[in-house]
């Protein structure tokens, strides 16, 4: 008897697992979404609305009840309703007493009112227990169940127990809760999805100026000058052979740019003794957004790789080789191979391949799925050491290519000087400061310094 009635009671279902209903005021696009995955997940559904005729829209699973009746039928109730329209909450203020309010509201601009509406709410109601969430995820996620780019939701609120609740929630729909904290947080938490790629904002500005200024200065002495003193006119330019030449151009000063900031950030803590001083904002904000400028970069080295595989297809190259070929012929003569240009071509296509290579490697292992599988050691690795070792070959590639330029009158057109030579001075002063860096003389304190050690402990107050 005791065997059976154990084996029955392993079989009978476990009812302290059942869900607690879950309100929701508001049958818009978000709510139903909301409620439909809800059900989905287990939770009984209970709508609050001011009309309570069931609607084909409505998941068929849920109850749909006036405001105060519904809200008597759950401890947590999901405000799905615009901020304009929370005044109608005011006479529930004895219903919602003591209840989880979970606003889920975003605003049309950013700061778009004094105080967050989470915190707009729980003035109205001080009553209840105020927690925002689920502001950073769509209605259309929800229902078509894509959710790779909005699986994260922040959560916040001042009370531990009903934001718990809450997390729990989120993560029995699938979810990844993130707690940012006090109810504070909530105007930042509703400005997230206002904000269009904010890391991305001074990576692409920048990429956007440099690209327009390289562009307009190869036009000026690719175009303009050669048809000014030469006659010749080589408009057709502009489609392949400048992009070609920005390309590279771009991708190895944002590589450098990539490494820069922490040049920038190793001289200023060994002149500072410490480094338990902020660094500028400016340098702040430029570390934050290494990744950015760092993927931009690849993005230019992918096209300048693309654009030099399509050059032997140009009517422009195949002219060229044509008219070389007829030249000699009609000379009868062949012009022996010169070993020297052909080591340097070899070298320059060599090193721009290895480097190409590493930089896509360097890309890869910033995909954050990558990046999740390495130990600190081992990504500091990648993006630190062949990070550098992929700006060293990068350079090498543009000096061999266009070192024949440094030294020749006629690259300086206007007297300025070649697109090749301009793109070889950040990186170069990235390498050689670097190089300093690494003498034992200064490295020994710095690794001190970036261990805890200050010249002076006044600055650790």
């Known amino acids: 008897m005791n065997k059976n009635s154990s084996n029955m009671m392993a079989l009978a279902p476990n009812t302290s697992n059942k869900r607690e209903t879950v309100c929701i005021f508001g049958t818009g696009d978000f709510g139903r979404a909301l409620g439909h995955k809800m059900i989905q997940s287990g939770y009984p559904v209970v709508y609050g609305s001011r009309s309570t005729q069931i609607s084909n829209l409505i998941p068929k699973d849920a109850e749909v009840l006036g405001h105060a009746e519904a809200a008597q039928k759950a401890a947590i109730i999901i405000i799905a309703i615009q901020r304009q329209h929370y005044n109608f909450l005011t006479p529930l203020a004895e219903v919602l007493r003591g209840k989880v309010l979970v606003d889920i509201s975003n605003n049309l601009k950013l700061n778009q009112y004094p105080e967050s509406n989470a915190e707009h709410l729980a003035q109205l109601l001080p009553g209840s227990k105020v927690v925002k969430a689920f502001n950073t995820v769509s209605a259309w996620a929800l229902q078509s169940g894509t959710l790779d780019a909005s699986r994260q939701v922040f959560v916040c609120g001042d009370d531990v127990e009903a934001k718990q609740m809450v997390m729990n929630i989120v993560r029995a729909l699938g979810l990844t809760p993130l707690d940012k904290g006090s109810l504070l947080a909530a105007q930042e938490i509703e400005n997230y999805p206002l904000q269009l790629f904010p890391m991305w904002r001074f990576p692409i500005f920048l990429s956007l100026g440099?690209?327009?200024?390289?562009?307009?200065?190869?036009?000026?002495?690719?175009?303009?000058?050669?048809?000014?003193?030469?006659?010749?006119?080589?408009?057709?330019?502009?489609?392949?052979?400048?992009?070609?030449?920005?390309?590279?151009?771009?991708?190895?000063?944002?590589?450098?740019?990539?490494?820069?900031?922490?040049?920038?950030?190793?001289?200023?803590?060994?002149?500072?003794?410490?480094?338990?001083?902020?660094?500028?904002?400016?340098?702040?904000?430029?570390?934050?957004?290494?990744?950015?400028?760092?993927?931009?970069?690849?993005?230019?080295?992918?096209?300048?790789?693309?654009?030099?595989?399509?050059?032997?297809?140009?009517?422009?190259?195949?002219?060229?080789?044509?008219?070389?070929?007829?030249?000699?012929?009609?000379?009868?003569?062949?012009?022996?191979?010169?070993?020297?240009?052909?080591?340097?071509?070899?070298?320059?296509?060599?090193?721009?391949?290895?480097?190409?290579?590493?930089?896509?490697?360097?890309?890869?292992?910033?995909?954050?799925?990558?990046?999740?599988?390495?130990?600190?050691?081992?990504?500091?690795?990648?993006?630190?050491?062949?990070?550098?070792?992929?700006?060293?070959?990068?350079?090498?590639?543009?000096?061999?290519?266009?070192?024949?330029?440094?030294?020749?009158?006629?690259?300086?057109?206007?007297?300025?000087?070649?697109?090749?030579?301009?793109?070889?001075?950040?990186?170069?002063?990235?390498?050689?400061?670097?190089?300093?860096?690494?003498?034992?003389?200064?490295?020994?304190?710095?690794?001190?310094?970036?261990?805890?050690?200050?010249?002076?402990?006044?600055?650790?107050?």
Not at 301 to 325: D, E, N, Q, Y
Not at 337 to 357: E, V
């Open 210 to 461: 440099l690209t327009a200024f390289f562009f307009f200065y190869c036009v000026a002495l690719d175009i303009i000058y050669t048809y000014i003193y030469e006659n010749n006119n080589f408009s057709f330019f502009i489609a392949i052979t400048i992009p070609n030449r920005v390309c590279p151009v771009m991708a190895l000063i944002l590589l450098a740019l990539v490494y820069l900031p922490g040049i920038f950030a190793a001289i200023i803590q060994l002149y500072r003794g410490t480094k338990y001083r902020r660094f500028p904002d400016w340098l702040d904000k430029w570390m934050l957004c290494r990744k950015q400028l760092g993927l931009i970069a690849l993005a230019f080295a992918s096209l300048h790789a693309v654009f030099t595989l399509v050059s032997p297809l140009r009517a422009f190259v195949r002219w060229r080789t044509s008219k070389g070929i007829i030249s000699q012929a009609l000379n009868n003569k062949t012009e022996p191979l010169d070993h020297t240009n052909a080591w340097l071509s070899d070298s320059y296509l060599a090193l721009g391949i290895l480097g190409f290579f590493l930089f896509v490697l360097l890309g890869i292992t910033s995909l954050p799925s990558v990046s999740n599988n390495v130990n600190w050691r081992e990504f500091r690795f990648v993006q630190s050491k062949l990070g550098y070792l992929t700006l060293i070959l990068c350079t090498a590639h543009t000096l061999v290519y266009g070192g024949k330029w440094f030294l020749s009158p006629s690259a300086y057109k206007w007297y300025l000087p070649n697109i090749y030579i301009l793109s070889l001075i950040v990186p170069c002063a990235v390498l050689v400061v670097k190089f300093v860096l690494i003498f034992p003389c200064v490295d020994k304190p710095l690794t001190q310094i970036r261990q805890g050690w200050e010249r002076n402990p006044k600055y650790s107050e």
